[in-house]
């Protein structure tokens, strides 16, 4: 669970978010939807730590996974916009390896018995 209580964020003397709250619960999967400007991505960078809020609290129980992928264009231009996408989810191509590794070794076990 994931919790936003209160949360101001001020860039000199812009007010980007003013008392924001909300939260998720274990298992849900949003998306923030605004106009431009609304402070969509100012409140994930709070999330992922990137920028520090004015004030008010994050509450986060257990060990939440938060990614998303950044608006601006720092892409690789030698990788194809699926390759840019899987490499922002790093932790996927982990598991994706992992799971090759056990399936060889679940045909190396079939064929040896």
Not at 8 to 27: F, M, P, Q
Not at 38 to 63: A, F, H, M, P, Y
Not at 93 to 100: A, G, M, N, V
């Amino acid at each position: 669970m994931i919790r936003l209580e209160g949360i101001s964020k001020i860039y000199s003397t812009d007010i980007v978010l003013k008392e924001v709250n909300w939260d998720i619960k274990r298992g849900e999967k949003i998306g923030l939807v605004g106009s431009n400007g609304s402070g969509k991505t100012t409140q994930l960078k709070i999330l992922t730590g990137d920028v520090e809020q004015t004030s008010g609290e994050i509450i986060r129980e257990g060990n939440p996974k938060i990614a998303y992928l950044k608006q601006e264009f720092d892409l690789n231009q030698n990788c194809t916009l699926r390759e840019e996408l899987e490499n922002t989810f790093t932790e996927v191509h982990l598991i994706k390896s992992k799971l090759k590794e056990i399936e060889i070794k679940m045909k190396e076990y079939k064929f040896t018995r």
